[in-house]
T-cell receptor, first 114, second 111 residues
Framework: DAGVIQSPRHEVTEMGQEVTLRCKPI?????LFWYRQTMMRGLELLIY????????DSGMPEDRFSAKMPNASFSTLKIQPSEPRDSAVYFC????????????FGDGTRLSIL | SQQGEEDPQALSIQEGENATMNCSYK?????LQWYRQNSGRGLVHLIL?????REKHSGRLRVTLDTSKKSSSLLITASRAADTASYFC???????????FGTGTRLKVLA
């Protein structure tokens, strides 16, 4: 089991640029979560999917953020245009079919917006 | 606001000592989970305790849950340098599959 795979691991870009973060969940997991971690705000849930359908996007900070899950093995989180305050570590996690299942996290994408 | 908050924020102990971390939350829960995060890595699930359970063990980990006080504790016995990490509690949001993560405790185990 390869675990949750995120790419890229690090991204440095200038403000105003489009940023796309990618995630491959664990095969067979029905739930996929996107989180953002900062020193100031801790770990925040941005959005989660069930069977490729967005269920709750109330944590998405603003319209500049969008997430898609075109199939069961791939999801993207896009920021357009990016701003320095978007700098953070972004995690993707996947989980099984029940709320009492553990979430399996990728190693994150460290995003720096200059 | 965040559902869970850990206490203390940081903890430094000697190898072999026990480490206790506490988590408080605000609303009713079905489950509470504890996770560990090593520097530069993603979170790793440690243990889950259900609201009808009071205590659970896994190896050197012992978790307690007091739903009347809305609090949980994680005890790591006979700590090792490899236990150095941040530890987070996560509580579910009733009726959903969302978990809200606490602020974390940074544990440092000195060899």
């Amino acid at each position: 089991d390869a675990g949750v795979i995120q790419s890229p691991r690090h991204e440095v870009t200038e403000m105003g640029q489009e940023v796309t973060l990618r995630c491959k969940p664990i095969s067979g997991h029905d739930y996929l979560f996107w989180y953002r971690q900062t020193m100031m705000r801790g770990l925040e849930l941005l959005i989660y999917f069930n069977n490729n359908v967005p269920i709750d996007d109330s944590g998405m900070p603003e319209d500049r953020f969008s997430a898609k899950m075109p199939n069961a093995s791939f999801s993207t989180l896009k920021i357009q245009p990016s701003e320095p305050r978007d700098s953070a570590v972004y995690f993707c996690a996947s989980g099984g079919d029940y709320s009492n299942q553990p979430q399996h996290f990728g190693d994150g994408t460290r995003l720096s917006i200059l | 606001s965040q559902q869970g908050e850990e206490d203390p924020q940081a903890l430094s102990i000697q190898e072999g000592e026990n480490a206790t971390m506490n988590c408080s939350y605000k609303t009713s829960i079905n489950n509470l989970q504890w996770y560990r995060q090593n520097s530069g890595r993603g979170l790793v699930h440690l243990i889950l305790i259900r609201s009808n359970e009071r205590e659970k063990h896994s190896g050197r980990l012992r978790v307690t849950l007091d739903t009347s006080k809305k609090s949980s504790s994680l005890l790591i016995t006979a700590s090792r340098a490899a236990d150095t990490a941040s530890y987070f509690c996560a509580t579910d949001v009733a009726g959903t599959y969302k978990y809200i993560f606490g602020t974390g405790t940074r544990l440092k185990v000195l060899a």
